[in-house]
């Protein structure tokens, strides 16, 4: 399993390989939420984010829940 530590409110810029099924390439998401995806085989691989997707011009667009690899994710942050 994986130490995931993922800051609601941070945009993370997540490659087309990093993605399950990566239909539309690589995306800027603006997350506002993350969950464990127990529903896959391999469980601890992968993670939904939620959010929004971030437009190459900086608007916000649509709403989304994106899989990803775990391994993609910050595993620890450093202290302020």
């Given at each position: 399993?994986?130490d ?8 993370l810029?997540?490659?087309?390989a990093d993605?399950?099924?990566?239909t ?11 969950r464990?995806a127990l ?18 011009d ?17 595993a ?5």
């Amino acid at each position: 399993m994986f130490d995931i530590r993922v800051q609601l409110g941070e945009v993370l810029r997540i490659k087309a390989a990093d993605r399950f099924r990566p239909t539309d390439g690589p995306v800027a998401l603006w997350v506002t939420g993350v969950r464990m995806a127990l529903n896959r085989p391999e469980r601890g691989e992968w993670v939904w984010l939620e959010g929004v997707k971030m437009m190459h011009d900086g608007r916000s667009g649509d709403q989304t829940q994106i899989l990803v690899r775990a391994s993609l994710l910050p595993a620890e942050r450093p202290e302020s």
